[in-house]
């Protein structure tokens, strides 16, 4: 079971606490009142500066979130909803005291409804990955389109005749694309420049551009593709499939900044056509890993092994 208690959530946890009770006697009281395992609470050293206490306690049910989490949530709960700061205003210096606790309360309230939301949209998506994957598996003629454009692909891959099987790449990633309803578009020709095709995924254009050449994708093929989606609106994004892969120093370079492209290569195509994951799933999650880390090329393996 995990338990998702981010530890932002409880750096600011603790300097709440640290400000909403000046006296240890008032602290003391309320964690007794939050938490079920007292002997947690009876095992500090109450001597102890105030920050240690609280440090200590915090960090002590952090060791078990499982068994403690109840407790946990309803510490994080009774904080968060804190409105009445009296006890603090009535003793020297209160207003300036009372001042600090209730932003402590609300910058800490932030940050748990942050959080919250952040789990709420991953669970959505986990929901629809896990939707969509059965749906596959229940698909007995999806499954059989797989396979049969997996027959192709492996026809090409001891095929002679390379600069044919670049082109026909296209029609297999435009077949993907059509089995599961990505309204592609075939290639086409705009002025002055070649684009290999586009898809739609939940309200996002993409461009997708295919190579299969004996060596990796460099920065210069990237700067190019980059162009063709920086001319279209800026909704637009691009995939680019390179089967074998691409060269270390394009991905840092496109993986540093805000880039526009996600990167496959043919170990991604081939978990998709193995039935291991759809294309969906595979595009919404490589596009979330770069928005949260900015790198541009989680593989297929290490996402499947998440």
């Given at each position: 079971?995990?338990?998702?208690?981010?530890?932002?959530?409880?750096?600011?946890?603790?300097?709440?606490?640290?400000?909403?009770?000046?006296?240890?006697?008032d602290l003391k009281s309320f964690l007794l009142n939050c938490i079920s395992d007292k002997p947690i609470i009876h095992k500090v050293d109450w001597s102890n500066y105030?920050?240690?206490?609280?440090?200590?306690?915090?960090?002590?049910?952090?060791?078990?979130?499982?068994?403690?989490?109840?407790?946990?949530?309803?510490?994080?709960?009774?904080?968060?909803?804190?409105?009445?700061?009296?006890?603090?205003?009535?003793?020297?210096?209160?207003?300036?005291?009372?001042?600090?606790?209730?932003?402590?309360?609300?910058?800490l309230k932030v940050i748990i409804e942050e959080h919250d939301s952040q789990l709420r949209k991953e669970a959505v998506i986990n929901k629809k990955r896990i939707e969509?994957?059965?749906?596959?598996?229940?698909?007995?003629?999806?499954?059989?389109?797989?396979?049969?454009?997996?027959?192709?692909?492996?026809?090409?891959?001891?095929?002679?005749?390379?600069?044919?099987?670049?082109?026909?790449?296209?029609?297999?990633?435009?077949?993907?694309?059509?089995?599961?309803?990505?309204?592609?578009?075939?290639?086409?020709?705009?002025?002055?420049?070649?684009?290999?095709?586009a898809f739609s995924l939940e309200g996002t254009d993409y461009l997708f551009e295919a190579k299969w050449q004996s060596y990796v994708v460099n920065a210069s093929d990237?700067?190019?593709?980059?162009?063709?989606?920086?001319?279209?609106?800026?909704?637009?994004?691009?995939?680019?499939?390179?089967?074998?892969?691409?060269?270390?120093?394009?991905?840092?370079?496109?993986?540093?900044?805000?880039?526009?492209?996600?990167?496959?290569?043919?170990?991604?195509?081939?978990?998709?056509?193995?039935?291991?994951?759809?294309?969906?799933?595979?595009?919404?999650?490589?596009?979330?890993?770069?928005?949260?880390?900015?790198?541009?090329?989680?593989?297929?393996?290490?996402?499947?092994?998440?």
């Amino acid at each position: 079971m995990k338990i998702k208690i981010s530890a932002l959530a409880i750096q600011y946890l603790k300097e709440a606490l640290c400000n909403i009770y000046w006296y240890k006697n008032d602290l003391k009281s309320f964690l007794l009142n939050c938490i079920s395992d007292k002997p947690i609470i009876h095992k500090v050293d109450w001597s102890n500066y105030k920050r240690q206490i609280v440090s200590d306690i915090i960090d002590e049910l952090m060791k078990d979130q499982e068994r403690n989490i109840g407790d946990i949530r309803r510490i994080l709960y009774e904080v968060t909803h804190m409105t009445n700061f009296r006890h603090l205003e009535q003793i020297e210096d209160g207003k300036r005291k009372a001042e600090r606790a209730k932003v402590s309360v609300y910058e800490l309230k932030v940050i748990i409804e942050e959080h919250d939301s952040q789990l709420r949209k991953e669970a959505v998506i986990n929901k629809k990955r896990i939707e969509n994957m059965e749906k596959i598996k229940s698909s007995q003629a999806l499954s059989a389109r797989l396979d049969e454009i997996k027959q192709i692909y492996s026809k090409l891959v001891i095929s002679k005749n390379h600069h044919r099987r670049g082109f026909e790449l296209e029609k297999i990633l435009y077949n993907i694309f059509e089995l599961f309803d990505l309204d592609p578009r075939a290639s086409f020709r705009n002025v002055g420049e070649q684009i290999d095709g586009a898809f739609s995924l939940e309200g996002t254009d993409y461009l997708f551009e295919a190579k299969w050449q004996s060596y990796v994708v460099n920065a210069s093929d990237l700067d190019a593709f980059s162009g063709k989606i920086s001319r279209k609106l800026d909704n637009t994004l691009g995939l680019f499939l390179s089967i074998n892969g691409f060269s270390e120093d394009a991905v840092k370079i496109y993986s540093s900044g805000r880039s526009t492209i996600l990167l496959m290569d043919g170990m991604d195509l081939l978990a998709v056509l193995d039935n291991r994951i759809d294309i969906v799933s595979l595009i919404v999650r490589k596009r979330r890993h770069a928005a949260q880390t900015g790198n541009i090329y989680l593989k297929a393996e290490k996402l499947l092994n998440y």
